[in-house]
């Protein structure tokens, strides 16, 4: 496992859908993962330390968990099975450990409350690193499509962003 922390909080601008982000310790590899939009504020709330009147879901956990007498010990991002992040909840209660099935935002949202420790699995790092970085086959290899290729490359996203 690789300990993770948390890098921050983006919007993906094609689906307007929020991502999480996770880096390494040493911050050389990343997670980006997709999440639900009250997942990101639950998240933020957390990371920004802003205090609410009653407890949120995330927070009536941690006071559950509390309560009985048990700890987080720390949070896993373990796998992506088409298209979907899996994370486990690792969860000491009684000298007994109990590894608990979780979307990564609940078990993120858990780990930032009560300041465990969160990882990601080796190998589901590896596949993302080779699926960034896979060599694209040429497809078209005539000279028209050489011009295109030359000058799709020496665009940049930002000659084309809105700029208010």
Not at 9 to 15: G, I, P, Q, V, Y
Not at 94 to 122: G, H, M, Q, W
């Amino acid at each position: 496992m690789v300990e993770m922390k948390i890098f921050g909080l983006a919007l993906d601008e094609h689906s307007q859908v929020p991502i999480l982000i996770l880096k390494d310790l040493e911050e050389k590899r990343i997670l980006p993962i997709w999440i639900g939009a009250m997942e990101a504020m639950s998240i933020s709330i957390s990371l920004n330390k802003i205090s609410m009147a009653r407890p949120l879901t995330h927070d009536l956990m941690i006071n559950i968990l509390n309560t009985i007498g048990a700890k987080i010990t720390k949070v896993c991002v373990v796998s992506l099975k088409e298209g979907t992040y899996y994370a486990e909840i690792h969860i000491e209660m009684n000298d007994t450990v109990y590894v608990i099935d979780s979307r990564p935002s609940d078990a993120i949202a858990l780990a930032i409350r009560c300041n465990a420790k969160i990882f990601a699995k080796e190998e589901l790092l590896e596949d993302l690193e080779k699926h960034l970085t896979q060599q694209h086959e040429v497809v078209l290899k005539d000279e028209e499509s050489e011009k295109w290729t030359k000058f799709l490359e020496k665009l940049q996203e930002d000659d084309f962003k809105y700029k208010m």
